[in-house]
């Protein structure tokens, strides 16, 4: 199990300040969201994904996979009705997965809440059957590339579409192909989901469902800086020989960003060295 931060928490540093200072803090790795480096992400090139690598390898840590997928550039939708909206998308998605692979990455998260919302007069089953229909359509250059796409669901403050682990195995189950699942992002568990933390490990992780793992608090800051308790969590992962990564990704970070990476990394050694 690696810890990783992600990455724009620290964004304001150059990408290979990021990665020396995550790695002085004791994470194993970057989860990169592709809009720090550039504003059409999808377009950037070897060269400048070579050098990304490069900068992760040599201060000894990983980029171990991507998020935010679909911030930049602007006007994406899997959901919407406008075809060409859709196909300009789903060619940003599997941009994003071959690069992934080029990083060394091994999963993509697929949040992004405003690129799934529902058209104005348009049915939420409708919008969901398009959604579903490009994830399908992502799998294949997924499986090719040796990475696995993760499904997030995500509150319905955010997003009308895919808010609990139900709805995303449902969506998984129906493309039935293993290199697209799901994850378990904390803080939007703690708002949508009945069960606790620990319990939708235990529900959903023997299944194959979660692949990944973003720990922030309901109060939308670092692990450690609100209400929720992680132990549990961290307990039922080992329980579980869980071998996958857990990302730190607050949204609110207190006191500042290298901050708030600061007493997350801490917070979430210390759980683990008195769980082992």
Not at 41 to 59: F, K
Not at 93 to 112: E, I, N, P
Request: charge should be neutral; proline fraction near 7%.
């Amino acid at each position: 199990m690696r810890i990783a931060l992600c990455n724009e928490v620290i964004a304001p540093m150059p990408f290979p300040a990021q990665c020396e200072y995550a790695a002085k803090l004791g994470y194993d790795g970057l989860e990169l969201a592709p809009y720090t480096l550039s504003d059409e992400p999808h377009r950037m090139g070897a060269a400048q994904l070579a050098a990304a690598r490069a900068a992760a390898e040599g201060a000894g840590i990983a980029i171990t996979g991507l998020h935010w997928l679909l911030l930049k550039p602007a006007g994406l939708s899997i959901s919407t009705r406008d075809e060409a909206t859709r196909r300009r998308t789903m060619d940003v998605m599997l941009a994003l997965v071959d690069q992934c692979a080029q990083l060394g990455g091994r999963y993509l998260v697929h949040g992004s809440p405003h690129q799934r919302r529902v058209d104005p007069g348009d049915s939420r089953a409708a919008a969901l059957a398009r959604a579903r229909e490009c994830f399908a359509a992502v799998a294949e250059r997924a499986a090719k590339a040796g990475v696995v796409y993760c499904i997030e669901p995500l509150s319905a403050e955010h997003t009308p579409l895919i808010n609990t682990l139900e709805e995303a195995f449902q969506l998984v189950n129906a493309i039935g192909n293993p290199s697209v699942r799901s994850m378990l992002d904390c803080s939007a568990a703690a708002r949508s989901e009945k069960e606790p933390l620990a319990a939708l490990v235990e529900r959903w992780l023997p299944k194959g469902v979660i692949a990944h793992v973003q720990v922030n608090d309901r109060n939308r800051r670092g692990p450690g800086q609100g209400e929720q308790k992680f132990a549990p969590l961290f307990a039922a992962l080992m329980r579980h020989r869980y071998a996958g990564d857990v990302a730190v990704e607050p949204f609110d970070y207190v006191p500042d960003g290298p901050g708030a990476a600061a007493r997350a990394i801490g917070y979430l050694r210390g759980i683990i060295e008195a769980l082992q």
